[in-house]
DNA sequence: AAGGGGGCCAACCGCCACATC
DNA sequence: CGATGTGGCGGTTGGCCCCCT
């Protein structure tokens, strides 16, 4: 798909990425990390607002994304997780490595709402011929709709710090690519009965040394051609500007 | 063979939460 | 404590693709 590239009022580039705005990118992010979002762009050459810079990244770009191919039993728990937590995508992505919020989202609404919603079709079928003689009241209960509805005893949507999309993306050659970063709280824990024990996972192999350990980007993914990419173009990270975020990049 | 329409999906938009000043 | 900046989320858009007629 190429949308038309155009530029803004600020003039930023809008549009479909070009293969050279992506190298960029993969480039700078491989060397330098992503450590403000908006004042990337400046540094990495490009002419793309930080949120842009952050879209393509996170949802195309970082390593061990998956594309497509989604397996049987991705299905069943992007159902199950929809039936229980409604559209919150990036809970959902949460729980499959690899897949992002934003694919799962546009997933869903091409091919696994009608695949549920047959389901659900099918199981009213069945229930109805078995419960023939019981009035709609004491039928089972419908399931969700999870299009129209929604999950009452969820509260509202708010800024979660565990989705895969913000995940930090902790990428170490011999560890492990992309983790989930726990809750900060444990309140939709006790609420949603959430399995915790995948996202924590990684904790595991987590020590004092690993927040010692650098930032480094699993660049393996890459073609070669792309991580020496245009190295010109690049503005280093100036050191304080580096450390004026307290280190956070290098966690 | 052509073209119309729906499907798919990358990207954008607007809003919100949190952090910092 | 309010203003501002930043990041993250879900909803929506729009353009190409592909199938059907």
Known sequence: ????????K????????????????IAYITRYGHWNWNLLPKFAGL????????????????PNIKRGNYTQEEDETIIKMVQRLGNRWSLIAAQLPGRTDNEIKNYWHTNLKKKYHQQNVNAETEVSKSKDHQSPDEALPKPNNVDDVPFQNLPPT??????CTTSSIIISPTQFSITTTGR?????????????????????????????????????CYPSDVLVAEPDCFSPVPDVELWSHDHEYFA
């Open 1 to 8: 798909m190429v949308k038309n590239t155009y530029s803004d």
């Open 10 to 25: 600020s003039g930023h580039r809008k549009g479909t990425w070009t293969p050279e705005e992506d190298k960029k990118l």
């Open 47 to 62: 002419e793309r607002c930080g949120k842009s810079c952050r879209l393509r990244w996170l949802n195309y770009l970082r």
């Open 158 to 163: 708010s800024q979660s710090t565990d989705s």
């Open 184 to 220: 900060s709280s444990d309140d939709s824990k006790e609420k949603f009965d959430i399995p915790y024990e995948d996202e924590f996972a990684f904790a595991d192999v987590m020590n004092e040394s690993f927040w010692l350990e650098p930032y480094v980007v699993d660049i393996s």
